[in-house]
């Protein structure tokens, strides 16, 4: 009886250690969902925790996201695969505990990640990569088009802002049969919407909605990658 006793209490230690820096890290919800009620839904935590690092490692989480990009495009009257794409790039500070791909943007004066993201043109994620900060935009493309290319095969235009401009139109061009527009502003001195471009921006503001976005919390990319697919899973399903 005594063994019992002592390996339920070691179990206890476990899940009070668990509970306490899921709270710190916010792991699941948008404003964080008390770790208590999860508990008694799981039975452990660790197996919630266990889930989500199962998932994101066998690509569970991004088929689910690729299959939910299909079905609200199919109820917005679209066909099921984009042909038209946007990229562009966000940069987000760093805390204490990341580890990855530190870098300094030096326009923005940001230091952390840099999220390359290609939406379709309802603002839904066709791919996400993670890089350094420092690096630009044009030197980042090719990797999240690639990305982009494994799942969305029919895409052939992607709008782009001025960072993306010179060589690299002809590079997309020739590397992925991909047509680059770069959408330029006409008045530099003044406030003005630019067409297609509006819809990327809306993303990324999607996206810091959900607070374990608002900066970069993750020692993996990957880590970095799930979460922003949870965050875009979580807005199509409330469009059901």
């Given amino acids: 009886m005594g063994n019992y006793i002592k390996v339920f209490r070691h179990r206890e230690k476990q899940k009070i250690s668990v509970t306490r820096n899921c709270k710190r890290h916010n792991v699941f919800g948008k404003n964080g969902v008390s770790m208590e009620n999860v508990t008694w839904r799981f039975s452990f935590m660790e197996i919630s925790i266990l889930l989500f690092f199962t998932w994101k490692k066998n690509g569970i989480l991004e088929t689910i996201h690729q299959c ?48 390359h993201i290609i939406v379709d043109t309802l603002g839904l994620i066709l791919a996400v990569v993670i890089q350094n900060a420092s690096m630009q935009d044009r030197d980042g493309a090719q990797s999240v088009i690639r990305q982009m290319k494994e799942n969305w095969i029919r895409v052939i235009k992607i709008f782009a802002d001025g960072g993306y401009a010179g060589k690299l139109i002809i590079i997309i061009k020739q590397a992925f049969n ?44 990957n880590t970095s990658v799930a979460m922003v697919h949870l965050a875009a899973i979580r807005i199509m399903l409330n469009r059901f």
């Fill in 178 to 221: 991909i047509e680059l527009e770069i959408i330029k502003r006409s008045e530099l001195n003044s406030f003005k919407i630019l067409p297609k471009r509006w819809i990327v921006e809306r993303t990324f503001a999607w996206i810091d909605t959900n607070r374990r976005n608002s900066k970069n919390y993750e020692r993996l990319n």
């Fill in 68 to 115: 939910l990009v299909e079905k609200v495009r199919e109820s917005s009257g679209k066909k099921s695969e984009p042909t038209v794409g946007i990229i562009d790039a966000q940069s987000v500070k760093n805390t204490l505990v990341s580890a990855e791909n530190k870098g300094f943007d030096a326009g923005k004066k940001i230091k952390g990640i840099k999220r």
